[in-house]
Structures are given as C-alpha cells and as structure tokens.
C-alpha cells in the first residue's frame, strides 16, 4: 500500500516536470543557432548529403566513438554473463519454409546491409542501422542452421580490428587535418556522389561492421547459452 | 509537434509506471523499453519544425530554411542504440537470474533488500 503510494507520488511529480512540455508548447520556426549552422555550413565543409550522418561522424564524432564503446562494452558484459555454455541442448530442425527462405533472402539482407551503411552520408541511413540489418540476416541463418557455430575468434577480429581502424582515422584527422575524427584527411569529391564526404563513407562501413559483429556476438552467445 | 510531445509524457509515465508497479523482470524490462520509446518521441517532436522536411540536402531541397533541426535526430540515433545494448545486457541478467533461482518474480530477491 506504501509502495503504492509512494510510486503514485514519483510518477505526480514526473508529470508535473514534464507538463511544461505540453503547456508551453510554442512550435518551433526558426532552427536553432547550432543547427543553423550545421545546415548552413554543413554540406560544404564535410561534404555529406545527410546533415545528420555529418553531425554524428564529423561534428559530434567523438560522441559516436563514445556510444561505440558503450555497446562495446555492453556486448563485452553480455558475452561474460553468458560465456560459459551449460550443457548442450539439441535443437529440433528448422522446417522446410525456414530453411529455403533462408536460402533466398540471406544474400539480399546481407546486400541491404551493405547498401544502408555505404550510402551513410546520401540517404537515410548509416552504420549502425546497416549493422543492424546485417546482424537480423545472421539471425535468420542461425534460426535456420540450429547446429551451426559461428566463429566468435573472427566475430572478434571484425570488432577489434574495425574498433582500431576507427581510432586510428581520428588519429590521422588531428594530424593530417583540423582535428580528431575530421572527415576531410581525404578528398571531399564532388557533392552528393557515393565516394565523396572525405572519410564518412569509410567510418561508416567501420561503424557497420563493428555493429554487425557485436549484434551478431550478442546472438551466438545467447545461441550457445540456452 | 504537440501531439508527438503528448504521447511522448504518456509512453513515459506508463513505462515507469510499469516499471515500479510490476513485478515480473522481464516486464520490467519491457516498462524500461516503453520510456526509452518515449523519451525519443519527445526529443524528436522538440526538434521538428512544422511544413519541413528530413535535412537530407538533396536534389529536393534548395535552401536551408526546408529542413528540420539536425542534431535531435542524431542524439535520438545515438540513444536508440544506446538503448538496444542495456536492453540485450537487461535481458541477459534475466537469463542468469532465472538460472540461479527458477523464477523471474522480483519479490524472490531478497539479497541486496534492506
């Protein structure tokens, strides 16, 4: 009844911070001064269609090395609950439909991945998310090959050595150009064609990687420990 | 966009609401991944300007005054993410949990309770 109570009382005074929110709702019209900025100044200095992939690669990368540690180290904490596997369980096979859709749709998800971490910096889209197709296509494979074992030394070869190539293009941006992580160590090219926005496309396809094969370490492992 | 922002305070008070009032984890859980939806509403709807588009500085586009603010887009990316690796580490304390007492009620856990 106390709890009650009190978790009542938690979620009032949430509301009432939040409520100004809704009461003093004023749409915005103009951007903000940051944002004016980015939008004014962005497709000339980093060279990318997608003001948004430019602001989290260029702009605020070191954020994004941030939150890709973050996931590193959450893939690392997972790994270590469930690394060690207790007593194989044997699996029944996967039907007929699972195993020839399998078949069909892998090289077009694995293609799609690819595809959305490549065009970061054009369309809507970017690393994480490719990692993340990529990673669901991995899945289907293990729902469909229940005995197969992927092989966490190359899982972590990906991670480690896209994780270092990442670090190490920041590196090569505070020596060869303005700062860490900046885009323009190589060529900008011409505006809105795939190989152009300097080192964006490349840091991405590092990004969709290195999110792919944690996503996809994260599944083997909970595969291995059921 | 008042709307967005209406359902935004809604998803957050009903996932930490579940959150405090359930008592099964994996709900709990499941309370965690409603705010965080929440939370994202709201940053969203905070940037967005009405009658704009995406700033993607295509072919369709010819003046900075067409697009939305940038940078809610890219924090809301980056705690999407965020929020996809505590909910798999969440989950995986689930697992361990269930495996060392047979139950997933939180009243069962009474080590850390004072």
Do not use: C
């Not at chain 1, 702009?59 to 180290?73: Q, S």
């Not at chain 1, 039907?95 to 959305?116: D, E, H, W, Y």
């Not at chain 1, 991670?159 to 270092?164: I, K, T």
């Amino acid at each position: 009844m106390v709890k009650k109570l009190f978790s009542l009382i938690i979620l009032a005074l949430l509301v009432i911070m939040l409520l100004p929110l809704m009461t003093d709702f004023a749409p915005f019209a103009e951007l903000s001064r940051v944002a004016e900025k980015y939008v004014q100044k962005g497709p000339a200095e980093v060279g990318g269609q997608n003001l948004v992939t430019s602001v989290i690669v260029t702009y605020r990368g070191l954020d994004t090395l941030g939150e890709i540690a973050v996931l590193f180290i959450a893939t690392a904490g997972i790994g270590f609950l469930l690394g060690k596997s207790s007593g194989k369980h044997k699996r029944s096979e996967a039907s007929q439909l699972v195993n020839t859709g399998t078949a069909f749709l892998l090289p077009i998800i694995l293609l799609f991945g690819v595809f959305i971490f490549l065009h970061g910096h054009l369309t809507p889209g970017g690393g994480f998310q490719g990692g993340v197709v990529i990673a669901s296509g991995i899945l289907l494979f293990v729902l469909a090959n229940a005995d197969s074992q992927i092989s966490s030394n190359l899982l972590h070869w990906i991670e480690d050595l896209s994780g270092a190539f990442y670090v190490i293009i920041g590196l090569l941006g505070l020596i060869l150009a303005g700062g860490f992580l900046d885009n323009s160590i190589l060529p900008l090219g011409q505006f809105g064609k795939l190989i152009s926005a300097g080192a964006i496309p490349l840091i991405y396809t590092l990004i969709g990687l290195k999110v792919g094969a944690e996503l996809v370490g994260i599944l083997n492992n909970m595969q291995r420990s059921q | 966009m008042l709307l967005t922002i209406i359902l935004g305070i809604i998803l957050i008070v009903l996932g930490l609401w579940g959150m405090l009032s359930q008592k099964n984890i994996i709900k709990i859980i499941i309370g965690f991944s409603i705010m965080d939806t929440g939370i994202h509403l709201l940053i969203l709807s905070i940037g967005y300007i009405k009658d704009r588009t995406a700033p993607i500085m295509n072919q369709a586009v010819q003046s900075a005054g067409q697009v939305i603010d940038p940078v809610p887009s890219a924090l809301v990316l980056t705690a999407i993410v965020i929020g996809l690796a505590i909910t798999a580490l969440m989950l995986t304390y689930a697992v361990k949990l269930y495996e060392i007492k047979g139950s997933l009620e939180i009243s069962d856990f009474k080590e850390l309770k004072w």
